[in-house]
């Protein structure tokens, strides 16, 4: 017997000792994780490693050439489940992107937060993706041609995917997870076609989010033509600045500190 859940109230379990890891914290072995075991070795299933073909993460990015303008960044702030919001990523400049180009994202690859709260919130990458990289403490599997990236990802996002995650993760006040560790997380895997038609349902729902967008834009592009209201980058400069946050003094908020001429002044 490998193991025996003895009571629930409190939880005790009894461990065989060849089930044992180089892991000796409760949570590693709590009932929960032990029935998510059991139920996913119920069916046909792979270890994540066996799914990949290429994973890596950490690329040597330094927040000292973050810029406004170049290649996007993907932090972990920018993922959730399923999403990468763009609209708040930094930017690193050709040159520095040149040294880092390994990382940029591919289709029929799958990214997740290695560290905090995006610890094992996945994101399937599309075939139109925009050229860009990931930061550190986020991981990037490549997944073999004979399975579906979207439905490795959507499998991940379950809370079967996400507590193994957690299973391998260190760390109490902010759990970590190695990339290696990564690997040992089972997913079940049913025929190509089974994962093709889960995969579809998340592409289907990726393709209404980005016309949405589109026609957003349309009805904004709309109102500004109808009533004659301009955007925001054309607002008369004498009126208006706008500040690099590097320049902001935590101690100063008062707009006449920021004029553009002191600024200019400044970096002259």
């Known amino acids: ?17 060849k089930l044992l890891e180089d892991r000796i914290d409760y ?43 170049g290649i996007d960044v993907i932090r972990m702030s920018d993922i959730d489940d399923f999403i990468i919001d763009f609209s708040n990523t930094v930017k690193i400049p ?3 992107y ?35 990289i ?22 991940i996002n379950t809370q079967y995917g996400r507590s193994q995650l957690f299973r ?3 760390g109490v006040a902010q759990p970590n997870i190695r990339l290696e560790d990564t690997g040992e997380i089972l997913v079940p895997i049913p025929d190509y ?10 592409r289907k729902a990726e393709e209404l989010r980005e016309e949405a967008k589109r026609l957003k834009k349309e009805a904004e592009t709309f109102l500004y033509e109808m009533i004659q209201l301009k955007p925001l980058n ?11 946050s590097n320049y902001i003094d935590s101690e100063r908020l008062d707009s006449e500190y920021y004029k553009t001429k002191y600024i200019t002044l400044e970096n002259s």
Request: hydrophobic fraction near 35%; glycine fraction near 2%; aromatic fraction near 12%.
């Open 134 to 155: 990931t930061n550190r403490r986020i991981a990037q599997l490549e997944i073999k041609d004979a399975f579906d990236s979207f439905y490795i990802a959507t499998f």
């Open 1 to 17: 017997m490998k193991y025996q859940i003895v009571q629930n109230k409190p939880e005790i379990i009894w461990i065989n000792s």
């Open 168 to 170: 391998y993760s260190t």
């Open 27 to 69: 949570d590693f072995y709590s009932i929960n994780q032990i029935r998510v075991v059991e139920k996913l070795t119920k069916v046909s299933y792979r270890k994540l490693d066996d799914l990949v073909k290429a994973k890596r993460s950490e690329p040597q990015t330094d927040s000292k050439d973050f810029s406004y303008d």
């Open 234 to 244: 054309d607002f008369d400069k004498d009126m208006f600045s706008f500040v690099n």
């Open 94 to 96: 050709i040159d520095i």
């Open 193 to 202: 076609d089974i994962q093709k038609y889960i995969g579809d349902k998340v």
């Open 98 to 132: 040149e040294n880092l180009k390994e990382f940029t994202l591919k289709p029929n690859t799958v990214i997740f937060g290695l560290t905090g709260v995006t610890l094992g919130k996945a994101v399937p990458i599309s075939k139109n993706i925009k050229k860009c």
